[in-house]
C-alpha cells in the first residue's frame, strides 16, 4: 500500500510545522465516555476515512463488525492517498470536518504521534496498551509520542519486505527458480550480478527495475537518524552495495526505471523485468493490477544481498478528538485491527499483511498454498519475517530524507560518482531538505519537556 510518487507530493505537504500545529490543537481524551457492557447499546453513524484498497478490506470485514455492532453504520468516505492526507491535516487544524477513524499512512506517523489533535488511546476507557505485545514491535512503537505519554494510533498492518521474481524467467536462463535457491542465489552481491547477467537481453529484459532501491532497502525501516538526530548514513557493506549497483549500472542491467511507472508495471506484466523487491502487500497489485494472468509465473524470496529483513509500508488508524462518536469508533478501531477474524477478512480482501500477530495462529490462512506463486506458502513467509521486524528511531525528518533518496542516487549513478560519492553527495541533499523539519523536531521534544534539549 506504498507508492512512492504520491510519497513525494506528501512530503510537501505534511511537514513537521504540521506536526507542530497539530499538537497544539484539541483536547484531552477519554473524560467521562465509556464503552456500554451490550455492543447493541452503542448507536452512532461513523465516518471512516482513508484510501484505497483499504476500502475494499473495510467492506470485507464491516459484516462481522455489525455482528458485534448491530447499531452503529459505517459510512466509507475514501480518495486517493494525496488528498485524504491534505483533507486530514487541514480538519485537524481546524477543528472540524475530520472523519470519526482516518487512515495514516506509515510514512507519516510521526507527523502525526505527537498531535493533541487525535485520542490518546492510551487513556480512560481505550486502555491500548492492553494489546502491546500482540503487535509487531516496530509498528507498535511508532504509535507514542516523543515522551511516550500518549499512543494516538494503532496499526493496521505490516510490509514484510521480499524479493518478487519471475519463476519463468529464471527458468529460462538455466537458473533455479525455486524460492529457496532464489533466495540463496541473491544473497550476496555477486550473486545478483551473476544472475542478471543471464537474464539481461540488451534492450528487451532487465533483472530490476531500478539499482537504487537496493541500497533504499538498508533503510527501510526509516532509521535514518540516532537518538542525538545525527545522519546515520553508514551501514554495514554499504560500500559493496553501492559498487555492485554502479557495475549494475554500467552493464545496463536494471531497466533505470522508477518501480511505479507504466513502463516497469509493463515490463513485470511481460516478464521484461524479472524481479523487484518490496512489500507482501505487493503481491496484491501483481494479482489485481499488474500482471492478473500470471499466476504461476511468480515467486517469493528472501532479502537481497544479505540486507537485514525489514519493513516497507504499512497503515494505522487514528481517532481525531472532534470527533462526536468516539465510542463507536473505537469499536471500530479495536474490531478491525485487534481481531484475527477482521484482520484475516481484511487480508483475504486486499492483502494487507496484519500487524496483529494473534492473526497470524490461523493455520489454515497461513499454511495455505497460494496457486498465483505457483503454491508457495507466501503468507506463512511473510509472518516469519514479520515476527523478525524489530523497533527502531523514527523522527519527523525520515519521510524527506526518503524523498531524497531516488533522485540523488540515480543521479549521482547516472554522472558516474564513486560509491563514497554518493554516500556523500545524498548525506548533503538529506541534510539541506531536513534542516527546518530537525528544528521543528527539536522544538517537539523541548515541548515535551525531554532531558538534553
Not at 537458473?175 to 552481491?189: A, G, H, M, N, R
Not at 524481479?275 to 500482471?291: C, E, M, P
Not at 525520515?398 to 540523488?408: I, N, P, R
Request: with cysteine; aromatic share 12%.
Amino acid at each position: 500500500m506504498n507508492n512512492s510518487k504520491q510519497k513525494r507530493v506528501l512530503a510537501a505537504v505534511l511537514t513537521g510545522a504540521m506536526a507542530l500545529s497539530l499538537a497544539a490543537c484539541g483536547g484531552g481524551s477519554g473524560g467521562d465516555e465509556k464503552m456500554p457492557e451490550n455492543p447493541a447499546d452503542l448507536k452512532a453513524t461513523i465516518v471512516v476515512g482513508g484510501w484505497p484498497s483499504g476500502d475494499d478490506g473495510f467492506k470485507a470485514a464491516i459484516p462481522g463488525f455489525n455482528e458485534k455492532y448491530p447499531n452503529i453504520s459505517v459510512e466509507l468516505d475514501f480518495t486517493d492517498t494525496t488528498s485524504h492526507h491534505q483533507a486530514l491535516a487541514t480538519a485537524l487544524a481546524a477543528g472540524s470536518d475530520a472523519p470519526d477513524v482516518a487512515m495514516v499512512e506509515g510514512a507519516y506517523i510521526a507527523q502525526y504521534r505527537d498531535s493533541k489533535a487525535l485520542v490518546n488511546l492510551k487513556s480512560e476507557p481505550y486502555n491500548v496498551e492492553k494489546y502491546k505485545d500482540d503487535f509487531v514491535g516496530l509498528k507498535w512503537e511508532q504509535c507514542y509520542s516523543a515522551d511516550g505519554s500518549r499512543m494516538v494510533a494503532l496499526p493496521w498492518d505490516v510490509g514484510p519486505t521480499t524479493t518478487f521474481y519471475r519463476r519463468d524467467v529464471f527458468d529460462e536462463v538455466g537458473l533455479p527458480s525455486d524460492p529457496e535457491s532464489v533466495s540463496k542465489q541473491i544473497s550476496t552481491w555477486d550473486g545478483i550480478m551473476e544472475a542478471a547477467e543471464k537474464i539481461y537481453k540488451p534492450g528487451e529484459r532487465w533483472f530490476c527495475p531500478s539499482v537504487v532501491y537496493y541500497y533504499q532497502l538498508m533503510f527501510m525501516d526509516r532509521d535514518y537518524y540516532n537518538e542525538d538526530l545525527t545522519l546515520r548514513l553508514d551501514r554495514d557493506g554499504d560500500i559493496d552495495c553501492l559498487n555492485m549497483m554502479i557495475e549494475m549500472r554500467k552493464n545496463g542491467w536494471d531497466m533505470n526505471a522508477d518501480m511505479w511507472t507504466p513502463e516497469a508495471n509493463a515490463a513485470f506484466q511481460s516478464g521484461a523485468c524479472a524481479t523487484v523487491t518490496t512489500g507482501g502487500w505487493y503481491g496484491g497489485f501483481l494479482k489485481k493490477d499488474i500482471d492478473p494472468d500470471g499466476a504461476g509465473h511468480w515467486g517469493v524470496a528472501d532479502m537481497p544481498g544479505g540486507i537485514k529483513r525489514c519493513n516497507w509500508g504499512g497503515s494505522f488508524l487514528v481517532i481525531p478528538e472532534q470527533s462526536k462518536n468516539k465510542m463507536a469508533a473505537w469499536a471500530f478501531t479495536e474490531y478491525m485491527l485487534a481481531t484475527a477474524k477482521a484482520q484475516n477478512e481484511m487480508l483475504a480482501a486486499v492483502d494487507y499483511f496484519p500487524a496483529y500477530l494473534p492473526a497470524y495462529e490461523d493455520t489454515a490462512i497461513y499454511g495455505e498454498e497460494d496457486p498465483y506463486f505457483a503454491g508457495q506458502k507466501t503468507k506463512e513467509f511473510w509472518a516469519e519475517i514479520a515476527k523478525d521486524i524489530k523497533p527502531v528511531f523514527n523522527t519527523l525528518m525520515d519521510v524527506t530524507a526518503e524523498g531524497c533518496f531516488y533522485g540523488t542516487v540515480n543521479a549521482a549513478l547516472d554522472q558516474g560518482l564513486d560509491a563514497q560519492g554518493i554516500k556523500d553527495q545524498l548525506a548533503k541533499d538529506i541534510e539541506t531538505a531536513t534542516a527546518e523539519l530537525k528544528n521543528q523536531q527539536i522544538q517537539v521534544y523541548k515541548d515535551a519537556g525531554l532531558e538534553g534539549w
